[in-house]
């Protein structure tokens, strides 16, 4: 079994899978009274042709390091944003564009940041680290099929 080290998630290493959601540097605007700072339009959400927008709440079980992956999915009518609902870090498992998908890459996403994987995105499944494992999450709903899923020839071990 071929073993794949943790990257830490930054903008630049992750956009070719997606946009990184966080509060880095300073807010583009100042609302609220001058009491918040608002982050603006931080994810490219794409629901293609018939879908809408809609938001879902996942409760995952957490996964422990070393983590044996097995199986990729994506989802070629649309994005799909996940938000943490807990202050721990978790993981990103996303591979390189093709029918088939390509070199696989993993990332630790820090507490308080979101990705938004884009539309057809090869990517592991929901990987918290730590309980609870809940995210607000914003896809694509439609009634055309939006899921693929590709077993790996060779299952690979994930590794701090």
């Known amino acids: 079994m071929t073993a794949l080290r943790l990257r830490p998630l930054t903008a630049a290493a992750?956009?070719?899978?997606?946009d990184v959601l966080d509060c880095a540097g300073d807010?583009?605007?100042?609302?609220?009274q001058g009491l918040c700072g608002r982050f603006h339009d931080r994810a490219r959400l794409d629901f293609g042709p018939g879908g809408r927008a809609g938001i879902s709440l996942?409760?995952?079980?957490?996964?422990?390091?070393?983590?044996?992956?097995?199986l990729v999915e994506r989802h070629p009518?649309?994005?799909q944003c996940f938000i943490p609902m807990h202050g721990h870090d978790w993981l990103v498992i996303v591979a390189e564009a093709g029918e088939t998908p390509g070199a696989i890459h993993a990332f630790r996403v820090p507490p308080g940041t979101a990705v938004n994987l884009h539309r057809g995105t090869?990517?592991?499944?929901?990987?918290?680290?730590?309980?609870?494992?809940?995210?607000?999450?914003?896809?694509r709903i439609g009634d055309t099929p939006n899921l693929q899923e590709h077993w790996l020839?060779?299952?690979?071990?994930?590794?701090a």
């Open 77 to 79: 009518e649309g994005s």
């Open 153 to 159: 020839a060779q299952p690979l071990t994930i590794t």
């Open 122 to 139: 090869w990517h592991g499944v929901l990987t918290p680290l730590h309980a609870p494992g809940l995210f607000a999450v914003v896809d």
């Open 58 to 70: 996942f409760s995952a079980q957490p996964r422990a390091l070393p983590y044996r992956l097995e």
């Open 27 to 32: 807010p583009d605007k100042i609302i609220n």
């Open 14 to 18: 992750f956009a070719p899978f997606g």
